[in-house]
């Protein structure tokens, strides 16, 4: 691939995958240890991920369970959970913090494919976005060294680099979609 693409490629990369981490913190009906990424817990002094302090298990399929290695991360990570938007409340005996899931109902599902679809659009702005700055850097080589021929050749490679980001979004969409309204 052209040096020139490459740069372009990658920023498309980061894209999609930032929106598939996204995706993946979306919870299905299924309990999903994901929605837990975003989440951090002062440990001793510094923000650290939940899944750095604590043995994060899946024991049942609408249920997480979080067993922190040390005793005294019980509290900050139910204060962590709690103040998060996950929306579940947590439950713990002392040494295990227990995350049930409820049962989503077939409007919350509805909402949830609504919030899925338009994280792929955004996903697919970026894309397009990208795509535009690379037209425009591209361009901007008329009258150098570049032919008229070459620049035409790296828009359409980068159009079709677009073509198949969008596509990818799109089947990550369908996927995480069906996934949420399986029940």
Do not use: C
Request: proline residues 4%; glycine residues 4%; without cysteine.
């Amino acid at each position: 691939m052209n040096e020139r693409l490459n740069v372009f490629n990658e920023k498309m990369e980061k894209s999609y995958n930032s929106l598939t981490s996204e995706l993946a913190t979306i919870r299905a009906g299924r309990a999903n240890p994901h929605v837990l990424d975003k989440l951090t817990v002062d440990y001793y002094g510094s923000p650290t991920p939940i899944q750095q302090v604590a043995n994060v298990s899946v024991p049942e399929a609408r249920m997480i369970q979080i067993q922190p290695w040390e005793k005294s991360m019980v509290k900050e990570i139910e204060k962590a959970i709690l103040t998060s938007d996950i929306g579940i409340n947590p439950t713990n005996d002392g040494t295990v913090i227990r995350l049930v899931f409820p049962e989503l109902t077939e409007e919350r599902r509805k909402e949830l494919v609504k919030d899925v679809k338009k994280k792929g659009e955004a996903g697919k702005v970026a894309v397009r976005n990208i795509r535009r700055d690379g037209n425009d850097t591209f361009k901007k080589l008329k009258g150098t060294e570049v032919s008229e021929d070459e620049i035409k050749d790296l828009e359409d490679e980068l159009q079709k680099l677009t073509d198949k980001y969008i596509a990818q979004i799109d089947k990550a969409v369908e996927a995480k979609s069906k996934e949420v309204m399986t029940v």
